[in-house]
């Protein structure tokens, strides 16, 4: 089963990272990113830009209106997220103790992944 970990962490904190100290969490979640490919366990893996380029599409209303910024005012944002195939919840969980020990802070959110449309399954 495919499951999503989402990646929540404080931008205010992640974005007044040097650019030494975020390459150097990079690279250690390049190391688990390496060996999962190997495995055959990873999928896409996205890192998202700060919610200051964020733009929200609100359809609670009619008609729909287009704001700009995130969604919710939270402490923690959505920055990323990493697509795994794992047997079992417990599986997926040791991965993203894994990534936790490498990139502290924040929290994942994991979610099993019903799969809706599979573009790479689409002739071109």
């Known amino acids: ?21 975020d390459d150097a969490i990079m690279n250690k979640l390049g190391v ?7 495995e055959r ?18 359809k609670d209303r009619e008609p729909p209106i287009v704001v700009d910024g995130p969604f919710a005012e939270t402490k923690e944002q959505l920055l990323g997220f990493y697509i795994v195939d794992c ?4 599986e997926v969980l040791d991965i993203a103790r894994e990534l936790g020990a490498v990139n ?8 099993p992944v019903g799969m809706f449309f599979d573009a790479s399954a689409v002739a071109s």
């Open 1 to 21: 089963m495919q499951y999503a970990i989402l990646c929540y962490h404080d931008e205010k904190v992640t974005c007044a990272w040097s650019q030494e100290h």
């Open 32 to 38: 688990v990113m390496e060996r999962l490919t190997k």
């Open 41 to 58: 366990k990873l999928g896409p893996v996205a890192r998202l830009l700060p919610t200051t380029a964020a733009t929200t599409l609100r």
């Open 87 to 90: 047997a079992s919840l417990d």
């Open 104 to 111: 502290p802070g924040g929290a994942y959110e994991i979610r």
